[in-house]
């Protein structure tokens, strides 16, 4: 398990790496901790593909999800995402986007719906 977090603090220190096109890899890492306890990791390895049109972007995102709770085993679960953005203006300064994710458990299918505005200045 400490090769793999060595190899995904390295991975997700880089920027998101462009492989052409509209393809793409983004390894992520998210954390946990309640204070200064440690509560768990998500290491995400995510390959996809997002298309953009005048004032509108889509994109999808999907790969394996290597979890490590404090204190048990670590798991691989499947992850992704779906996302997509609208300019309010015509300028692009203003938009609204929009992520649905998702991970497989034990028994359920997890998911995180966020949505917001985004102003650029």
């Known amino acids: 398990m400490k090769a793999l977090t060595a190899f995904a603090a390295a991975v997700a220190l880089s920027p998101a790496a462009q492989a052409g096109g509209n393809f793409y890899l983004n390894p992520e890492i998210n954390s946990s ?5 440690f509560v768990g990791r998500s290491f995400e390895a995510h390959a996809g593909y997002s298309y953009a049109g005048d004032g509108w972007s889509v994109g999808g995102q999907a790969g394996p999800a290597f979890i490590q709770v404090d204190g048990e085993e670590g798991e691989t679960e499947l992850s992704g995402k779906v996302y997509g ?7 692009g300064n203003l938009s609204v986007y929009a ?4 991970i497989t458990g034990e028994s359920d299918l997890a998911t995180n719906f966020k949505k917001g505005l985004m102003w650029k200045f």
């Open 33 to 37: 901790s309640v204070g200064t306890d």
């Open 85 to 91: 953005s609208l300019d309010l203006t015509a300028d």
């Open 99 to 102: 992520e649905l994710a998702a």
